[in-house]
């Protein structure tokens, strides 16, 4: 098998079964396949660890992007953590949301999901890119960056949730993409 990482049906396995593969090989023994509509059950919806891989490659990447902007905004008064003033703060939420919005809207997976092989797509029609409405729901909460101390908070809860709806949902959506009714998932061929 020459798929991403997920979970799908094994041959030989018992129908309506899926098991996880993890790229290479089939591990654990087989689960009862979610229920989801016929559609739904052709995608690979990518697993949490995946997820968060792609991200951590995202944060690597975007942080060669981000650095000289975060240098910028020193204060030498230390105005915030590290010397970075809100302003900065602001500035740094709206390029992480314009970040989001175009790779998701236009291309449908940020450098990370491309590494790793999977995408956004329209939870419905199972389309990517979902476009930049849908890209600009799900990067809003970037924009949290921007009210000064309350909206860093309020983007560390979403972030909490959404880390605990990826662990414990069946289609493994977060926040974002229950905002925007996407799913991450390996498109289907």
């Known amino acids: 098998m020459n798929e991403p990482a997920g979970w799908y049906y094994s041959e030989g396995d018992e129908p309506g079964t ?6 290479s090989s089939w591990q654990g023994e087989p689960h009862d396949a979610p229920e989801i509509d016929e559609v739904s059950s052709s995608l690979a919806v990518v697993s949490p660890g995946v ?17 000289p902007l975060l240098a910028a905004g020193e204060s030498a008064d230390g105005s915030l953590i590290l010397g970075i003033t809100y302003n900065w703060l602001a500035l740094l939420g709206f390029v992480l949301f314009l970040w989001d919005m175009i790779w998701i809207g236009l291309f449908g997976a940020t450098p990370g999901k491309f590494i790793l092989g999977y995408r956004v797509l329209t939870a419905s029609e199972h389309e990517t890119p979902p476009g930049l409405v849908v890209g600009a729901v799900r990067a809003a909460h970037r924009l ?4 000064p101390v309350v909206g860093e908070v309020l983007w560390l809860w979403v972030g909490a949730i959404s880390v605990g709806m ?3 949902g069946k289609m493994k959506q977060s926040l974002m993409d229950k905002a925007a009714i996407t799913i991450v998932a390996a498109p289907p061929r």
């Open 166 to 168: 990826i662990l414990t």
């Open 18 to 23: 899926t098991r996880f593969w993890d790229g």
């Open 51 to 67: 997820r968060f891989v792609g991200r951590f490659i995202d944060w690597a990447v975007l942080s060669i992007v981000v650095a």
């Open 144 to 147: 949290l960056f921007c009210i």
